[in-house]
């Protein structure tokens, strides 16, 4: 019994471990994401520095249910840390689909007006080829903590560091063909990642809703 605990206590070290990793590590990619965004006159990789700062409020959600799940794991308070999740999840999922569709709608009206195109600064990309090797690193290091901790919040915010990467390919891309001249392909960059981030934010709370929905509303009345 203590020895199956204290294996319990190694893996929430793991699991909590990991989690702060990727606040660290989100928390000095956002920095560089919207500094340099901004001085290279780079919709994309702001857009996606945006996202970065949303991925922070996903990080703490997590170290939360983390948290709440090592407390909860001597007491029956099993229910209430899921719903705690639920709550959380809902919250997130809102706030990242009012992101995204602020950064859509910014975009687009930067792709209006076409006029104050100025080209992107190579140091933009430079930026954007990082995220993308650290968002991809840091997939596979919560993927391996996930499947020795059996955590499946670190498996979803693992595949999310995945996407992570791919909307930071997308922001390259968008970087590239604005240095070659084509200046409102970084503003469609900023547009797709904007959707990405609502469709995050909605999938997000359809999860959140169904999972509500499914478990079996046993009353456990918390003490
Ligand atoms: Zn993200």
Known sequence: MS???????????????????????????????????????????????????????????????????????????????????????????????????????????????EANASSVHASALVVAVFVIVAKEALFRYIMSVAKRTRSTILVASAWHARSDAISALIAAVGILGSMAGLAISDRLAAAVIGIMIARMGFNLGRKAFKDSFDRPASETAGQ
Request: charged fraction near 15%; glycine fraction near 8%; charge should be negative.
């Open 3 to 113: 020895s199956t605990s204290e294996h319990g206590r190694e893996k929430q070290d793991a699991a909590f471990k990991a989690a702060q990793v990727s606040v660290l590590l989100n928390a000095a990619l956002m920095t560089m994401q919207i500094v340099i965004g901004w001085l290279a006159y780079s919709d994309g990789l702001l857009a996606d520095g945006v996202h970065t700062l949303a991925d922070l409020a996903a990080d703490g959600m997590v170290l939360a249910v983390l948290r709440l799940s090592a407390t909860a794991v001597h007491r029956s308070a099993r229910d209430s840390c899921d719903r705690y999740e639920t709550i959380g999840s809902l919250l997130i999922s809102f706030l990242l689909i009012a992101t995204g569709m602020e950064t859509l709608w910014s975009s687009l009206g930067h792709v209006a007006n």
